[in-house]
């Protein structure tokens, strides 16, 4: 796992009308020890929410802690771990797509199809109706390529078993060790009609973050 | 004139039956349209502002569907409602709902600011209805929004979008309703389905009102006319008319409503009339034998009835155009259509009619008038006019206190536009409707939109007035804006002792952060019927839980107030308020379309008594019953509404002949020499015998009305028999005693069109009336030729 990461993303959220709105954050995200990850998102556009800031800690085996800092308002509250199936910044993605769900959450096994076509099809399926409501889907299949270990494409099913998400992976970033990490998706609602793509940009690892950053003190700094 | 009809007299009645039947084949082709806002013109400004609140966020016609029980909050009925609102989630026609399943809690717990579900797992257990009882009590987006205080109703909000069919969509949710098992009791309300019972029952109307009326009149024709070869030929004439009329709807593009079962109605009663006296007299001619010939016999007819039918018909035209004085559409088109079936009737009886009796002439076939005895009728006549022969001054004076006495109604007249009340009390339309405004805030609703910088503290504040200040105005059951979302936010983020909480940010900034921080909890389309994604346009809705014409004149009229000078464009819409805009219009047309008729009948009868002041007199009895039917419904409380306010128009119509007709008979009585009194005894045994059976076959036209499935149809109905009554009442009793009180000069002059027709004139109108009925009255009809 790659130490420490900066990059400015940059988000595209269309409407069913055709309306736009753009959202700019900037990330840094530094690996701990047990497979501990930390991540402090800046809001930098548009203008009214500049400052507010976010802590996310994604604990490999247990749910994650997310904080959230209002500078108008001056503070700061915690957002609910079994919110993951929440809107991330209004748009399509949710807060679990911009982190990394725990694996112990999910029963996963092949489906019709994975092997074929150079693409394995996992079918993840949340381990209880807490989860389920905690991720805001029954089951979500994911394609798999079989060269590369890259997730192409997943489709999100809602509690009525209902298709209403597709989340396309369009580029990934390569990073040290032969690893990858997303770079631009696409996320479409297909009850909504809405759509929403997130671009990583300006991509910098290894870069030197003191650990204290990454406390609910610093968000307000 | 007589020539030319019996020279084409085949295509005269070819053209009358192919122009009928012709358009009679377009009928079933006509749509319905129930929508009430069709009624209004599109340029109204509550229309445009409506459509323009509209295209922002969607249409604002809420489908309720509500779940009663003793005890509403069970795991059974829980499940159940739960299914029909996940399967109506479903639907493609459905754009956005409310349902006990939608509503969220916002609230604080250990730093956090929470947006959840207000039941995420139905309470299997008696705690966890308890909790969920206490939850819903709290939370001002649940109470009495999606279950009632009271905990025995349940109730599904469902905004219909235009991507499928309104009717489709109805449809589909039926059949989810009806698919559903389990203990509650559904009922369904809000204008998606009162439009759909009014389309249900427009047809059903269509098919048991015409009918019903034509049938009635068939009787009229037989009891008048004996036999069924002299009752067919008018009776054939207000078929083809009625046809002719009710043809132009798809004709013309229109579509019929509620008003549009009237034209036919208005058609079959009055239509008849020309035919009757026509038939009536050409048996009571051939009855006598004094004629050499068909075109003798036609010409007798025609010479002696054609301007008495002209004039009776064109203030009957006239009296109908008044309608083209009101603004909402329907009544203007009521009166195109009444007024074409009349004129085709007009038409018709003086060419068609008469080819038809020539050929009947020439077939030879016989006549065997009704007969019915008449001397009871004669007494209370001959009593009658001894009354105001004897006492005018007294009956003129009595006459004008009962006037003034019922004027005392109009008073309490009241306006009614609210489209609920069109269905009987017991219909489950109402049913619903009573529910959802005693215990939902109320299905009708006015939509305030502000468009701006919905962040700026400024305009949030200005919402948030309006918001609190109208939530508090009698009447008014439910108000919902941005604001008071931000308001759940703050007491969310702050405590009770900071004092942001409960309160609007003073930074837009700090709203917006509020924005984001809820959809990081929420949804951000929990908004998006309240605030565009844009956030720069805020709905506030306000439902009433009594949309009375009163009630939104007082929102409206806040929401002026509390919008002055305010940071940002307002548009204020809603159905409520076009049926505001609407109750003025019926108001502004109610009065145009009356003075409208009185005038133009005024006109017309300085015209035909060649006197102002007969004008005046004549117009005696149409303007004191105008009066009275006001003052009567005020009494009554039978409101002026979309159809009542055309009954006016139609008295003026049809009233108008009653005066005519038994002054021309006055004036003919009086230029033989006869004395004031001796006139008066003749014309009331003669003419008014006539008038009354007159009057009394146009009130069994309307009479099928009575059955209509709509109250305002209904009320029109008994309406207009309490009016023509009136009207006839005063031409038969006012009249005469006017006339008798004031002998006034233009009673004593030559009215006939021209001195070298004059004795066919002298004898023209008397005969309008006493040929009509001479089988059932001989000595009247003889009585009168002999004169």
């Keep these: 796992m790659v130490s420490t990461m900066q990059a400015t993303i940059s988000l595209l959220i269309v409407e069913k009308n055709g309306a736009t709105r753009n959202r700019t954050i900037a990330m840094t995200s530094k690996s701990f020890a047990d497979g501990l990850e930390k991540r402090i998102i800046k809001f930098l556009e548009p203008a009214d929410v500049r400052g507010t800031a976010m802590l996310v800690v994604d604990n490999k085996n247990t749910a994650d802690e997310i904080w959230i800092y209002l500078p108008a308002l001056k503070k700061t509250r915690r957002i609910a771990s079994s919110e993951n199936a929440k809107s991330f910044m209004s748009s399509e993605f949710s807060n679990a797509d911009m982190g990394s769900p725990a694996l112990s959450d999910f029963k996963s096994q092949h489906t019709t199809g994975s092997g074929t076509n150079n693409t394995w099809i996992i079918e993840s399926i949340p381990v209880s109706d807490d989860k389920a409501d905690e991720y805001g889907y029954s089951r979500k299949i994911s394609y798999v390529s079989m060269d590369t270990y890259q997730v192409k494409k997943m489709e999100f099913f809602n509690l009525d078993n209902d298709h209403f998400k597709t989340i396309e992976i369009t580029k990934f970033h390569p990073m040290p060790e032969g690893k990858f990490m997303v770079s631009d998706m696409i996320a479409s609602n297909t009850i909504s009609g809405r759509r929403s793509e997130i671009h990583f940009n300006n991509i910098a690892d290894r870069v030197k973050v003191e650990d204290s950053f990454f406390t609910v003190q610093s968000l307000a700094r | 004139m007589v020539k030319f009809i019996i020279r084409f007299r085949w295509i005269i009645i070819s053209l009358s039956i192919v122009a009928g039947v012709s358009m009679g084949l377009l009928i079933p082709s006509s749509e319905t349209d129930p929508e009430i806002r069709n009624v209004v013109p599109p340029d109204m400004k509550s229309r445009s502002e409506t459509s323009k609140i509209e295209s922002e966020f969607g249409v604002q016609d809420m489908v309720m569907l509500l779940f009663s029980d003793s005890v509403i909050l069970t795991t059974e009925n829980l499940q159940q409602i739960k299914e029909i609102d996940r399967e109506i989630s479903k639907l493609t026609g459905v754009t956005s709902r409310i349902s006990p399943f939608t509503v969220r809690t916002i609230k604080s717990s250990e730093d956090m600011m929470t947006a959840d579900p207000l039941i995420r797992r139905i309470p299997s257990d008696s705690a966890g209805i308890q909790k969920l009882k206490a939850d819903i009590l709290s939370n001002k987006f649940a109470r009495d929004i999606v279950i009632s205080s009271d905990m025995t109703t349940a109730s599904i909000t469902a905004t219909i979008g235009d991507s499928e069919r309104e009717t489709v969509t109805l449809h589909r949710i039926d059949s989810i309703l ?43 024709l037989k009891i008048t006319l004996g036999q069924w070869r002299s009752v067919i030929i008018p009776f054939s004439v207000v078929v083809l008319s009625t046809c002719i009329s009710m043809g132009l709807i ?538």
């Design chain 2, 250 to 787: 798809p004709l013309l593009g229109w579509k019929l409503s509620i008003l549009s079962l009237l034209a036919p109605i208005i058609l079959i009663a009055v239509a008849n009339n020309y035919g009757i006296y026509l038939v009536s007299r050409y048996q009571e001619i051939k009855l006598q034998g004094n004629y050499s010939s068909g075109e003798g016999l036609l010409k007798e007819i025609l010479g002696s009835l054609n301007m008495p039918i002209l004039f009776s018909g064109l203030t009957t035209i006239a009296g109908i155009l008044g309608l083209l004085t009101h603004s909402i559409i329907p009544a203007k088109q009521g009166g195109i259509l009444a007024a074409t079936g009349v004129s085709a009737a007009l038409f018709m009886s003086l060419t068609y009619i008469p080819a038809l009796i020539y050929l009947r002439t020439k077939s030879g076939n016989g006549v065997n008038p009704a007969k019915v005895r008449t001397e009871g009728f004669q007494k209370i006549l001959n009593k009658l006019s001894g009354l105001i022969i004897n006492h005018s001054g007294k009956v003129i004076l009595v006459s004008a206190l009962i006037t003034l006495f019922i004027s005392a109604g109009i008073a309490f007249i009241r306006i009614e536009t609210n489209q609920e009340n069109f269905f009987p009390k017991n219909s489950p339309v109402r049913i619903a409707s009573d529910v959802i405004n005693t215990k939902f805030g109320g299905s009708q609703t006015i939509s305030v939109m502000i468009s701006g910088d919905i962040k700026d503290p400024d305009v949030m504040k200005g919402i948030d007035r309006i918001t609190d200040e109208i939530g508090n105005t009698g009447g008014v059951g439910q108000v919902f804006s941005i604001s008071q979302a931000v308001r759940e936010m703050s007491k969310a983020i702050y405590t009770p002792e900071e004092p942001e909480y409960d309160n609007i940010p003073a930074s837009r900034e700090s709203i917006a952060q509020m924005f984001e921080l809820y959809n990081m909890s929420g949804n951000p389309e929990d908004f998006s019927q309240m605030m565009n994604l844009e956030n720069t346009r805020a709905h506030i809705l306000i439902r009433l839980s009594d949309p009375s014409k009163s009630v939104i004149g007082d929102v409206k009229t806040k929401i002026e107030t509390l919008t002055a000078g305010f940071p940002g464009e307002v548009t204020v819409g809603g159905y409520a308020i076009i049926m505001a805009d609407m109750a003025d219009s019926l108001i502004k047309g109610q009065v145009l379309s009356l003075l409208f008729a009185l005038i133009t009948v005024l006109l017309l009868l300085t015209i035909i008594f060649r006197s102002f002041r007969g004008g005046l007199i004549g117009s005696i009895p149409l303007a004191a019953s105008v009066f009275i039917l006001f003052g009567f419904m005020g009494l009554t409380g039978i409101a002026i509404d979309s159809a009542t306010a055309l009954l006016s128009s139609v008295m003026v119509g049809v009233g108008v002949d009653f005066t005519i007709q038994y002054m021309w008979c006055f004036n003919i009585q009086i230029r033989k020499g006869l004395s004031y009194a001796e006139s008066t005894r003749i014309a009331m045994a003669t003419i008014g015998r006539s008038i009354i059976i007159n009057a009394g076959s146009v009130m069994a036209g309307f009479l099928p009305l009575i059955f209509s499935g709509f109250m305002s149809i209904r009320f029109f109905g008994y309406l207009v028999i309490i009016s023509i009554g009136s009207c006839l009442l005063g031409a038969l009793i006012l009249i005469p005693a006017i006339l008798m009180k004031f002998k006034p000069r233009f009673i004593e002059k030559d009215l006939s069109i021209s001195k070298t027709r004059k004795n066919e004139k002298d004898t023209s109108l008397i005969n309008v009336g006493t040929a009509a009925f001479s089988r059932l009255s001989p000595a009247a009809g003889r009585r009168s030729d002999n004169d």
């Design chain 2, 178 to 220: 009806a698919s559903s098992t389990g203990n509650v009791k559904v009922m369904k309300g809000g204008l998606p389905y009162i439009r759909q019972h009014i389309m249900k029952d427009v047809r059903h109307d269509g098919l048991l009102l015409v009918p019903l009326a034509l049938l009635v009149m068939l009787l009229v």
